[in-house]
């Protein structure tokens, strides 16, 4: 049975790199029909944002990333799921290691450790050093029983034993292999705030929580090792977890990895929505309020550093925001090891089909309310038609309501720039002899009709077509854009239509 877990710990806004490994972890268990757990790993507290817990909860919800179990769900077998809220596990862990000599009790305070790092050049607390240290394998033992006993501040040191090959193996990696010379004995737990480190709640988490594969993103690979040491020194590594250790998301230009800097001076946003800094109220965008739709985001995301094999890029689904086309594709095997480029022009190319791809009752849903504020309140029908029309203009959905508005509000002012190219002497006479075109038509002209009889009057005519065209537009849309000139009138009506081109007649001087 696959058990997967996002695990993020709460220091800010979940990070897109963020998304695509919560994704990645979301697409393999539904793929196996597995569980997808969230757990909070908030043991640093030093770090720890308020309001990123939440932030989290509702960035994987907005994009369909559903949690089967721990934070978010009410189904809770293994809680509790915030790690500072597993304090008397681990104590009962940490003991377990000093006991069985596998950790050991440090003393050294910021100041000792900073004179053994100017001391002692590239010092690693380690094999080599920490004989030379206050520990409670150099120290005496009752001096060890009295500084515990009066209640002195310590660590917890994992005691990592020098000239062993340490083998990671990894889904997507393969064999890695390292030696155990290069770790040092990383803190486990800390009594200043009796909480233990990543290393350590992270891997009796797993254990507890019985997760089978663990996927997260690459910059947690050199901590692999340290995991396999710790799961052998647990006599828990017959049921070590798989680990897959994802690409890592590279700038879009240049090398190195993607960064908010990236984001901010390219103009995209890296996080999926919009997050408040606590601390000065500054404002980082987010995919969502940019007018991303999340399906759009999570096939933009499932391509960086996966491939299906095939030319497939959409992998959409009118029912489900993760289509079961892209959960039945996935496999942890075609998971790339190089970085994958963060190709921004790419998510709006997704976002722009998306858009066409999606119910228009969604497109309706999020316009209304702009609409509204512009005091126009059009029935869904009508503004389904609209959107039906103009939704290939647009690439973000803010794009859509310039493109909507002009069909529900006569342009007032005529965009002076479109006037002095499109808006010739002879244009009023040609507008005029489609006045009259349009008033020969029924009122109910099909689409068909509007643009057979346009066509026939301009070709029959040998008028100009680009001059009239754009002269009509002008005086529709109030500026040279928009759809096409038959779907205007035909959305707009042809009495609409009439007192536009009129009202324009009227009002364009040149
Ligand atoms: N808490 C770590 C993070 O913030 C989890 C790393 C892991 O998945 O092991 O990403």
Not at 152 to 178: M, Q
Not at 436 to 465: F, H, R, V, W
Request: hydrophobic content about 35%.
């Amino acid at each position: 049975m696959v058990r997967v877990r996002f695990a993020p710990s709460p220091t800010g806004p979940l990070h897109i790199g963020g998304v695509r490994t919560a994704l990645f972890n979301y697409l393999f268990a539904r793929h196996n029909g597995g569980t997808m757990v969230l757990r909070i790993e908030d043991t640093d507290s030093k770090r720890f944002v308020p309001g990123a817990e939440d932030y989290i909860i509702e960035a994987l919800r907005w994009l369909g990333i559903e949690i089967d179990e721990g934070i978010g769900s009410d189904n809770q077998p293994y809680g509790p799921y915030r790690q500072s809220e597993r304090r008397d596990i681990y104590r009962e862990y940490v003991q377990q290691l000093i006991e069985q000599g596998a950790a050991y009790y440090a003393f050294d305070t910021v100041e000792e450790l900073e004179q053994a790092r100017q001391e002692m050049p590239n010092f690693s607390y380690d094999a080599s050093t920490r004989s030379k240290m206050r520990n409670s394998l150099s120290l005496p033992s009752e001096e060890v029983t009295r500084l515990l006993e009066s209640g002195e501040e310590y660590v917890v040191r994992f005691k990592v034993d020098p000239d062993r090959e340490v083998e990671v193996d990894d889904l997507i990696r393969g064999k890695v292999v390292i030696s155990s010379t290069q770790l040092d004995d990383k803190v486990l737990y800390k009594s200043a705030d009796d909480l233990p480190t990543y290393h350590l709640a992270n891997i009796v988490d797993d254990h507890l929580m019985q997760i089978t594969h663990v996927i997260r993103g690459e910059e947690w690979l050199p901590s692999a090792p340290l995991h396999v040491l710790l799961y052998e020194a647990f006599g828990w590594k017959d049921s070590m977890p798989q680990f897959a250790h994802l690409s890592l998301l590279l700038k879009p230009q240049g090398s190195g990895k993607l960064s908010k800097r990236d984001g901010d001076k390219l103009g995209f946003p890296v996080f999926p929505l919009e997050w408040r800094n606590p601390e000065d109220g500054s404002i980082s965008m987010g995919y969502r309020e940019q007018g991303y739709l999340p399906e759009a985001v999570s096939n933009f995301l499932a391509l960086l550093g996966w491939n299906p094999g095939t030319d497939q890029e959409l992998f959409a689904d009118p029912q489900e925001p993760i289509s079961s086309e892209l959960i039945s594709a996935f496999s942890l095997d075609r998971c790339s090891k190089s970085g994958a480029r963060f190709d921004f022009e790419k998510a709006k190319w997704f976002n722009h089909q998306y858009i066409q791809l999606i119910p228009v009752e969604r497109l309706i849903t999020y316009i209304r309310p702009s609409l509204t504020e512009h005091g126009v309140n059009p029935t869904d029908e009508h503004l389904r038609d609209v959107l039906l029309t103009i939704r290939d203009k647009a690439q973000l959905l803010p794009d859509l309501l310039p493109e909507v508005l002009y069909f529900f509000v006569a342009p007032t002012e005529y965009d002076a720039k479109g006037v002095k190219k499109h808006w010739k002497a002879e244009t009023p006479s040609y507008l005029q002899q489609m006045i009259t075109l349009l008033e020969e038509l029924p009122c109910e002209a099909s689409l068909d009709t509007i643009e057979q009889a346009l066509y026939d009057k301009i070709n029959g005519d040998e008028l100009p077509m680009g001059k009239v065209m754009n002269g009509i537009r002008m005086a529709l849309v109030g500026a040279p854009r928009g759809a096409r000139i038959h779907e205007i009138i035909y959305l707009l009506g042809i009495p609409e239509s009439i007192r536009r081109m009129q009202h324009a007649i009227d009002e364009i001087k040149l």
